[in-house]
């Protein structure tokens, strides 16, 4: 793109202002801002005109799910059936790792966290040992696509081969890098960052096969025979990868789709709730949940909108390629987003300033035909480390590690 083309695209939109300090730019930086504007997707600013409008939700009906009791009994079958699945070379894993560690206070990829006490264990390393325990039972390597961030790339991948994949095959790991998305003031102003870059951060954990296919790696799969991916977030650090009781149970049901869930601790707690909309498989948000839908129960007595989401799924590779063209959902997202002001200043502002544009996982459920809901026991298998603190922290994750057998 020329500087020509870059000002004919932007001018329409009254985003200009983004070539303010061009002639002030190195050749190197010139042709980045370019290459930026050239990929600038400038349609996700009709989503902040005239004020950010909310995306009515369908009707909503409860779920049920696959309950302990039931794979307690069927356990062996459902892990027969994973196992088989696995030593074909038919499960591969997808971890979801764009994120920093800035509340955690630290300024490096959220998964180079040390969650260890008297040793040094690192949330990757932990995550590593989780699935081998799957590789040593079927005595294969489960293929692992690792995503990372444009800022944090080179941070993860040179941390794996530092610690030499963990002990893990580098053979069989992958690395891609989301797709980004701009970042806009109020005004539907997009920021620059630098003066020769624009302010951008990942369009959201919904954008992960998209991204996958644009690094090329569609035809890895399709070349390792991998026929479903297990997608998980890197902040559960007890999270189960390519689980063969969930895989073999999510197979048995002709599932293309099936989701990890726990049973709320509360009718109150604040986790999206696996549900049907419109009759088809959906994640209804706590803050999306009224009084009514939050408390209502069956002849038994038990919560009807029962089942969290713990971010951790299995779909079909066939399903995912056949929706891709599909438009997902856009959320609008108000956050505090660092930029340049108007005397080409860098600002950290203290409170939110603008819009961020994502894409959630969770959209993708509602594109399946089906999801199977599978319980697990939440103190083996979801210690979130969100804050360093109180719920969902390193401090409750360690707790919930040690009385899991982790030796920290």
Known sequence: MTYEEALRKLAPAGQGH?????????GDAKRNLLEQIDELDLSLLNLIRNGVKETPRGKLEPLGAVTLETIKEKKESYEKMGLEAIRAGK?????????????????KPKGMLNVGEQKELYLFEQLVNNLMEVVKKADVWVPLFIMTSEKNKNDTVNFFARNDFFGYSRDYVF????????AASYKGKIYLEEKGRIATSPNGNGGWFSSLVRAGLLDKIKELGVEYLNVFAVDNVLQKIADPVFVGATLEAGCVCGSKVVAKA?????VGVLCLEDGRPSIVEYYEMTDEIINSRDEDGRLLYNYGVILNYLFEVNTLTRILDEKMPTHVVEKKIPYINEEGEFVKPDEPNGYKFETLVLDMIHMMDNCLSFEVERDREFAPIKNMTGVDSLESARELMK??????
């Open 175 to 182: 690395f891609f890098v989301q797709e980004m998305a701009p």
């Open 266 to 270: 509360d009718p109150n707690e604040r």
């Open 18 to 26: 983004l070539l303010e300090y061009y002639d002030e730019l190195s």
């Open 403 to 408: 009385k899991n057998g982790i030796v920290l």
């Open 91 to 107: 499960v591969g894993a997808v971890l979801l790792a764009g994120g920093q560690g800035t509340r955690l206070g630290l300024d």
